[in-house]
């Protein structure tokens, strides 16, 4: 009788609270909800398998970004999740984890041409319809090796062309496009107005700005909220995140905190040098300590060293 009347007594008080304070407590809410973390299946080395969404569970990810398969010289993406069969898989087992699927991604064209590609409407259709299908809002499109367009500024042209046509695709699907180009950020926001389509902004990545040494703060702070769909939140491999000289995520978090920016950071790389393919040690360090500054009041509490 007593421990129902404590139980009693304590529902009313956290009742209290919610009629007495409501925005303080939608303000809670809200912070511990505005970033989240995710893994690549690619880059845990579970590329369109359903395994990878248990792993990035273990490994302390709030979702994760599927990637649309290969792409080499076919017409389009070696996409099993074309089949509506292993959708409802990946969609029920994801449920199931109480794992999101933030993103999906076109990684084919690190290595093919966004430019030339001849069936390139069909190949980012393909994957607009797989993200609809899943009610998936992000994909992600890299602009790769042969579409640098400091290497190759002829390419910008075309490239604009064929984003603009992307753009209305992906905006009729109610889904955005988040690219990755080699430019600097007033370069890339110059790219983002010659498209001219809220459906085509910038995929951030971290290592663009540190590897070119640029001022990564500036470089969000250019771009802006508005314009920067999601972040690759991870440098080059060498070392962990929190083991990284070249990067401050305290100092991050207070930008992105002062841009009002949310959304979600993946981790892409930031390996051990010393293991670069132990999935487990590499991206749970990773992923735990952008979870340590990012998801905590006390952005102090990211100095903490992770062990694995």
């Keep these: ?9 304590a529902n009313i008080a956290l009742l209290s609270g919610a009629l ?24 845990i080395l579970k590329r369109q398998k359903i395994s990878a969404l248990p792993l990035a569970r273990e490994l302390g990810a709030d979702g994760i970004e599927i990637d649309m398969g290969g792409l080499g010289d076919r017409i389009t993406f070696d996409n099993k999740l074309a089949d509506p069969e292993i959708r409802r898989e990946y969609l029920n ?10 993103s999906l991604a076109m990684t084919g064209f690190y290595a093919q041409s966004f430019a030339i590609r001849p069936t390139y409407k069909k190949i980012v259709q393909d994957c607009l319809d797989t993200a609809e299908a899943m009610n998936v809002k992000v994909v992600f499109l890299p602009l790769g090796v042969q579409g640098d367009l400091v290497q190759n500024p002829q390419l910008r042209e075309p ?53 070119n040494g640029r001022d990564l703060h500036q470089e ?20 962990w995140l929190q083991n990284d000289p070249k990067i401050d995520l305290n100092k991050v978090k207070e930008t992105l905190d002062a841009m009002n920016w949310k959304g ?45």
């Design 1 to 9: 009788m007593e421990y129902k009347r404590r139980t009693f007594l």
């Design 20 to 43: 007495l304070f409501p925005n303080q407590l939608l303000l809670a809410a809200e912070k511990r909800n505005r970033y989240k973390v995710a893994v690549i299946d690619l880059m």
């Design 93 to 102: 087992k994801a449920k199931a984890l109480n794992l999101e699927i933030c």
């Design 159 to 211: 490239i604009i062309e064929r984003l603009k046509v992307a753009g209305k695709m992906a905006s009729r699907a109610g889904v955005v496009i988040g690219i990755e180009t080699s430019l600097d950020a007033a370069g890339e926001l110059q790219l983002l107005k010659d498209v001219g389509s809220g459906a085509v902004k910038s995929y951030f990545n971290f290592s663009n700005a540190i590897k």
């Design 220 to 239: 969000l702070r250019i771009l802006g909220r508005k314009n920067i769909i999601q972040i690759h939140a991870t440098n080059e491999d060498g070392v």
């Design 264 to 308: 979600w950071l993946v981790v892409e790389r930031s390996r051990d040098a010393q293991q670069p393919t132990n999935v487990k040690y590499n991206f749970g360090a990773n992923t735990n300590y952008l979870k340590s500054v990012f998801q905590v009041d006390n952005p102090s509490s990211g100095n903490a060293r992770q062990s694995y």
